[in-house]
């Protein structure tokens, strides 16, 4: 079980030794996570379904001295998933931290929303999570202790048009960390999550071109502007380090404000 002892001690925000699985890591948030996450001496393991580009960004990673590997497999095929855990398992023998990071988008008015696209977007939002999170506990449980942080959403309390299936799927995400939090917790689990606001990644590369949207976010937030991914992963490492011994079923939001405002 983790204690903080020492408000002062040096590795407060420490992950040095850790080993921990940052689904969807190739691009975007998932990316820049990992490699604060490595910087902060976790040994990160890098997953996505882009075995190419995962390569790439474990060799950025090797070249800068930092401890990483990679598990390519989409978190959406319940088989993958169980054996990419079990390989894990083989060659670690554990494994400390999980972040359910991996994510899609698909915007469609509802009437207009197939069922096939639904059950997608929730096999990787949420169902995904659910899996991981059953398969990671179970090795956290061998040495009890862990940390699971869940990827959220400011779009799962509040929602727009069009995009009805993603917010259902961040609002169960919260769900999910909540009754982790319950479960887990008194096995020396911790189960936090993140809410991002609107950030320039890959996955809202539309939008961040789009000058009529671009313009609503810089109004409707208080710091006027898109969030820049770098600007994520502070919380993250904080959410995963010993600092955060006591923060469990945590939803922490960062959108600049912008749920703040009426």
């Not at 990419?84 to 398992?89: C, K």
């Not at 096999?123 to 999570?129: A, G, I, K, P």
């Not at 960062?254 to 405002?261: A, E, F, K």
């Amino acid at each position: 079980m983790e204690i903080l002892k020492d408000p002062m001690a040096a590795d407060l925000f420490s992950l040095k030794d850790q080993i921990i699985l940052v689904t969807g890591s190739s691009r975007g948030l998932g990316w820049v996570m990992a490699q604060t996450m490595a910087e902060a001496g976790a040994r990160v393991i890098l997953n996505g379904r882009d075995q190419k580009l995962l390569q790439q960004r474990l060799e950025q990673l090797q070249q800068a001295n930092l401890e990483a590997d990679l598990q390519s497999f989409d978190v959406a095929d319940s088989k993958a998933v169980m054996a990419g855990i079990q390989s894990i398992a083989e060659r670690y023998g554990r494994l400390d931290g999980l972040v359910n990071n991996a994510a899609i988008q698909h915007r469609k008015p509802i009437q207009e929303f197939e069922l096939s696209d639904y059950d997608r977007l929730m096999d990787t939002n949420l169902r995904s999570c659910f899996l991981l999170a059953r398969e990671a506990s179970k090795l956290m449980l061998e040495k009890g202790s862990g940390n699971i942080l869940n990827i959220a959403s400011i779009m799962g309390p509040q929602a727009r048009k069009t995009i009805s299936a993603y917010t259902t799927s961040k609002g169960g995400i919260v769900g999910l960390t909540k009754a982790l939090a319950v479960e887990l917790g008194p096995q020396g689990i911790r189960c936090n999550a993140i809410a991002p606001g609107f950030f320039a990644t890959e996955m809202n590369t539309a939008l961040v071109e789009n000058a009529e949207f671009t313009s609503f976010i810089e109004g409707r937030t208080p710091l006027q502007r898109w969030g820049q991914p770098p600007e994520i992963a502070g919380a993250a490492v904080f959410l995963m380090s010993t600092a955060a011994s006591y923060v469990n079923g945590h939803v922490l939001t960062i959108d600049g404000g912008l749920s703040c405002q009426v």
